[in-house]
Nanobody, 127 residues
Framework: QVQLVESGGGLVQAGGSLRLSCAASGRTFSSYAMGWFRQAPGKEREFVAAISRNGGNRYYTDSVKERFTISRDDAKNTVYLQMNSMKPEDTAVYYC????????????????????WGQGTQVTVSS
């Protein structure tokens, strides 16, 4: 089992930056592919970014490409989401998720592929 705790959310003006962190408990963090999702009010949870177990593969939804960067530090059991050039449409609750995955290069992009979820952190971008 793994427990995930997100932090780093807050209020930012359009064009600004935030870095989200997701700290994982347990000693097998490197066994998990990780992802970030977000959910805006009245909308379904949507995929944002994913990173493979070894960090060698990353994938982003089109709306955040060139603006967001996902990374991981296995020594700190933490995955990050650096968000730059933020837009009001980025406003949502952001969730990190862990997928127990055999393949070191595999990515997971749908909610059903993830085993564990954090509680979420609110990100609000003002115009």
């Amino acid at each position: 089992q793994v427990q995930l705790v997100e932090s780093g959310g807050g209020l930012v003006q359009a064009g600004g930056s935030l870095r989200l962190s997701c700290a994982a408990s347990g000693r097998t963090f490197s066994s998990y592919a990780m992802g970030w999702f977000r959910q805006a009010p009245g909308k379904e949870r949507e995929f944002v970014a994913a990173i493979s177990r070894n960090g060698g593969n990353r994938y982003y939804t089109d709306s955040v490409k060139e603006r967001f960067t996902i990374s991981r530090d296995d020594a700190k059991n933490t995955v990050y989401l650096q968000m730059n050039s933020m837009k009001p449409e980025d406003t949502a609750v952001y969730y990190c998720a862990a997928s127990e995955t055999w393949g070191t290069y595999l990515l997971r992009t749908t909610p059903g592929q993830y085993n564990y979820w954090g509680q979420g952190t609110q990100v609000t971008v003002s115009s």
